[in-house]
């Protein structure tokens, strides 16, 4: 009891505090190396979006301001070879006006660095205005979409505001600037007279090289985006072009060559691509890939997991530690409390093992606890030693009270068993056949108790009659016999000594009942009485079970009813009647015990039942039928236990 109740509570704060902690611990580890995970991916979206954006916007205001300067030149080009075309087609009548005016024309046109020529549609130079190319013709110049001019004029598309083309003289030879490749901007222009066309063009060359300075730009600018993220050597972050490779790179040092080309693809088909892959030299790392497809640029961010867990492993290890002595603190002070708490429990187990060794019967149990050396607590295990010490006196009153008890229930059985042999000797013997006055008689009585309320009798009168009574006390047990005991003297009075009539006995012992019966008992009771010279039966019926006749397999049953039940009703007068007994006939007489017998379904064997074993066969004797009668009641009953007296009478045959 000591180690066995102490190990086990030991154990049970064990397994107490490991599954407690335990899975706490479990948890925590699993959940921050999630949360770490999931952190450092938001934190490398959040910095490959601003640094995508820093792009987007950078590309985006170039390409505005390079709109924005082509649609001025176009416009003022337009405008220029408007008027130039207006004043050219009115020179003629101007004579010297119109010369100078050309003049004007020609110094304003080098003065924009427009370059006006008036051309065929096969391309030949008609009027040079200006000329800053040594081109003998227009022939094979094409735009930068591969179409010629030639074509475009006679394809008949140029509408009569003209048609702006871009034509890069890749090698021309400018007149101003020697062997140098530049882009016009050109402004085909149909003049009235047909199949002529004004083209004019300006060099764009200056918006060209602002083009290639802007990857330098937004390179500089997405540096210093960069560089207030402040990265460190836990992550690397590449601006990358497919075509120029690495264009700026911070953090840590990475080679761009490690990382999956398709994860490359993935990004140039969805503007981004987000994976844990295993990268050579780095191990698990997480990669994330935004894509500009307008520059083909990439910017890749990587970080390490082993790097990013570090963190969270040192505090694993903390978190470990610290979970291992808090542990520890708890087992240690549950042990205690779990040894205080068994201590006492001990001791009254000691306690109840001393006094287990006692013989209850005898030892007095004020005395019990005398010396008890538990000690008194105000919780529950003081009640329980309190509760145990009441339940010991308890239970040794209860023992002595039992012995009293069982002392006087052995004293009670045995003045029972004497009362069942008087009973039983005041009836005639049960079980066997008399003959008497050449009638055969057989009886059977089974009480349910010791003693019972049923009864019988059968005797020869002074006249020379065989008298048959059978009677049913209300109740059982002890009132119920020795009611009877006072209905059977009351009937052998009524009918041995002053020869009366069936009727006249029953209503001589009725009032006597009805006088003495303090507790209104009473009795159902048939009296008969059968003269063999005559062949007659006469009887009375107070409230009893109508007997049944039978012989050669037929059933009748008595009808006659004298009255109510024997000593309920004060002044009651009961009739006789008389019936004759033919030659072979079995006279059944029984209490309700048969009819009311009940098997474990809680069914009744009832009047049918007795009726149909009644006509089974041909009795040869009073014995046989009323064997026939107990055994069909018995097979009926089973186990089902006895709830009412049982008493059977057969005369016969008559």
């Given at each position: 009891m000591n180690f066995g109740m102490r190990r086990k509570l030991d154990a049970l704060v064990i397994i107490t505090v490991i599954l407690a902690l335990g899975p706490y611990s479990i948890y925590s580890i699993l959940f921050f190396s999630k949360t770490t995970i999931e952190n450092a991916k938001e934190e490398i979206r959040l910095h490959g979006s601003l640094a995508i954006n820093e792009v987007i916007n950078a590309y985006s205001n170039l390409v505005e301001h390079q709109v924005y300067e082509i649609n001025k030149q176009k416009k003022f080009v337009r405008n220029l070879t408007r008027q130039a075309s207006k004043l050219l087609d009115d020179l003629g009548s101007l004579g010297n006006e119109g010369e100078r005016i050309y003049l004007e024309i020609i110094n304003s046109l080098k003065a924009q660095d427009v370059h006006l020529t008036k051309i065929n549609s096969q391309g030949q130079t008609i009027k040079p205005f200006t000329q800053f190319f040594n081109i003998e013709g227009w022939t094979n110049i094409k735009d930068i979409t591969g179409i010629s001019l030639?074509?475009?004029?006679?394809?008949?598309?140029?509408?009569?505001?003209?048609?702006?083309?871009?034509?890069?003289?890749?090698?021309?030879?400018?007149?101003?600037?020697?062997?140098?490749?530049?882009?016009?901007?050109?402004?085909?222009?149909?003049?009235?007279?047909?199949?002529?066309?004004?083209?004019?063009?300006?060099?764009?060359?200056?918006?060209?090289?602002?083009?290639?300075?802007?990857?330098?730009?937004?390179?500089?600018?997405?540096?210093?985006?960069?560089?207030?993220?402040?990265?460190?050597?836990?992550?690397?972050?590449?601006?990358?072009?497919?075509?120029?490779?690495?264009?700026?790179?911070?953090?840590?040092?990475?080679?761009?060559?490690?990382?999956?080309?398709?994860?490359?693809?993935?990004?140039?088909?969805?503007?981004?691509?987000?994976?844990?892959?295993?990268?050579?030299?780095?191990?698990?790392?997480?990669?994330?890939?935004?894509?500009?497809?307008?520059?083909?640029?990439?910017?890749?961010?990587?970080?390490?997991?082993?790097?990013?867990?570090?963190?969270?492993?040192?505090?694993?290890?903390?978190?470990?530690?610290?979970?291992?002595?808090?542990?520890?603190?708890?087992?240690?002070?549950?042990?205690?409390?779990?040894?205080?708490?068994?201590?006492?429990?001990?001791?009254?187990?000691?306690?109840?093992?001393?006094?287990?060794?006692?013989?209850?019967?005898?030892?007095?149990?004020?005395?019990?606890?005398?010396?008890?050396?538990?000690?008194?607590?105000?919780?529950?295990?003081?009640?329980?030693?309190k509760a145990f010490r009441l339940m010991t006196m308890t239970i040794v009153n209860n023992i002595k009270q039992l012995l009293a008890a069982t002392r006087l229930t052995e004293r009670l059985d045995g003045e029972l068993a004497a009362a069942h042999s008087i009973q039983q000797g005041m009836l005639p013997p049960s079980g066997t056949t008399v003959i008497l006055l050449g009638v055969g008689v057989s009886s059977l009585i089974i009480p349910a108790k010791e003693v019972g309320g049923d009864l019988f009798d059968y005797f020869k009168t002074p006249d020379g009659q065989v008298a048959m009574v059978i009677g049913d006390v209300s109740g059982k047990g002890v009132p119920a016999a020795l009611f009877m005991s006072m209905t059977m003297t009351m009937v052998r009075s009524a009918t041995e000594h002053d020869l009366q009539s069936p009727g006249q006995a029953m209503t001589k012992v009725n009032a006597y009942l009805c006088k003495n019966n303090p507790d209104s008992m009473f009795v159902t009771l048939f009296i008969g009485f059968y003269d063999p010279a005559t062949k007659i039966l006469t009887y009375a019926n107070g409230g009893h079970c109508q007997p049944e006749v039978t012989v050669n397999q037929k059933v009748r049953r008595l009808t006659g009813l004298s009255g109510p039940m024997v000593g309920a009703i004060e002044g009651c007068v009961y009739q006789s009647f008389s019936e004759p007994m033919e030659p072979g006939e079995f006279l059944f007489l029984y209490t309700d015990g048969v009819t009311e017998a009940q098997n474990e379904l809680g069914q009744f064997f009832g009047i049918d039942c007795l009726e149909n074993v009644l006509g089974s066969q041909d009795f040869t004797n009073s014995l046989m039928l009323n064997q026939a009668v107990h055994q069909a009641v018995k097979t009926f009953c089973g186990q089902a236990p006895a709830y009412d007296d049982l008493a059977q009478l057969t005369l016969g045959p008559f």
């Open positions: 030639v074509d475009r004029m006679n394809l008949g598309t140029v509408s009569k505001n003209g048609e702006f083309v871009v034509i890069n003289f890749d090698g021309g030879e400018d007149t101003n600037n020697d062997n140098k490749a530049d882009i016009y901007l050109a402004l085909l222009l149909p003049c009235h007279k047909e199949k002529e066309y004004l083209l004019s063009m300006i060099n764009i060359e200056d918006i060209k090289d602002q083009t290639e300075m802007s990857e330098e730009v937004i390179i500089k600018k997405l540096a210093q985006q960069l560089d207030e993220f402040n990265y460190d050597t836990r992550m690397a972050v590449t601006l990358y072009s497919k075509e120029e490779g690495v264009l700026l790179s911070r953090g840590m040092t990475l080679n761009q060559k490690i990382i999956p080309q398709y994860l490359f693809d993935e990004a140039a088909k969805k503007n981004y691509a987000e994976t844990i892959v295993d990268l050579p030299g780095l191990g698990e790392s997480i990669v994330r890939i935004d894509s500009f497809n307008s520059l083909k640029w990439y910017i890749t961010l990587v970080a390490q997991e082993k790097i990013l867990k570090a963190p969270v492993k040192q505090m694993v290890s903390k978190l470990i530690i610290l979970t291992f002595v808090g542990a520890l603190i708890s087992i240690l002070m549950s042990t205690v409390f779990a040894h205080g708490l068994t201590r006492p429990i001990t001791k009254l187990v000691q306690r109840v093992t001393e006094v287990a060794k006692l013989d209850l019967a005898t030892v007095n149990p004020e005395y019990i606890f005398k010396e008890s050396n538990i000690k008194e607590r105000k919780d529950e295990i003081g009640r329980l030693s």
